[in-house]
């Protein structure tokens, strides 16, 4: 049997494709199921997936669209970006007989895209009301956690290696450091083996640095220099300049964010509501 979107075949290979495109996605959920369930399952939701491509790409087509300017200019990109035209069908496995077929799949398709972003389009902007209610039932996605803002002077090490000379040197400019010699950064941009802005690392939270860093910036005061210590990258001497605590922003700092979040899911369930609507009042049998 085969499956019909409106008197239009879905051929058994396009099936196979989709079931195959979304097998990844979903191997949790059939981690339980039987094999015969979960083909049976993947098969029907590549079926609804297609039946939504089909009733789009045919809802496109019917669209007076005036793309032809759009489509020659495509069509004229691929063909310079392979290179000429004779590399474009041969890398396609295609006869230059063809062309006419490929200029009408690109017209199709511009026509789909036209037409998704129209759909799309007619969206409603979210209210502000929406968004400070988006803002109060997220709260916690808006939080800025604690940041340190350090500088250091390094000498790289191969994991493992022991390097006396390098350990020596770090110490006699701690020691230089602590008397008060010259600044930090100066000494950063002379000995370290990372000079750039005086080592200045900018500001970081917690998670973005090797734990053995993080755990000594963040255990010091604003002004603070480390003793000499060791990661996986080498030796250092670290200075805190500044750090600053967890905050949480307020909604003049996020709104537009907030807004632009909500606009791309009012498209999207624009998108579904035109699908289900004309999925609804198609013909979709097998036979």
Known sequence: MSMYVNGEIVEDTLISEEM????????????????????????????????????????????????????????????????????????RGLDKSSEDEVIKDIELQTKIRRLVSEVQDSADAPSFEEIEDYYENNKEKFVIPEMVRASHIVKHLAPGEENDEAYEELQGVLERITNGEKDFAEFAAEYSECPDQGGDLGYFARGKMVEDFEDIAFGMEVGEVSEVFRTEFGFHIAKVTDRQPERQCGLDEVKDYIENQLQEQKKEEALEKFLDKHVNKASVEEK
């Open 20 to 91: 195959e495109r979304m097998r990844p996605q979903y191997e949790q959920v059939f981690a339980n199921m039987e094999q015969t369930e979960r083909e049976n399952q993947l098969k029907q939701w590549a079926k609804e997936n297609l039946t939504e491509q089909f009733i789009l790409k045919q809802e496109a087509d019917k669209r007076d669209y005036d793309v032809a300017e759009e489509v020659q200019k495509t069509y004229s990109d691929l063909i310079e970006k392979a290179g000429g035209k004779d590399k474009f069908f041969e890398e």
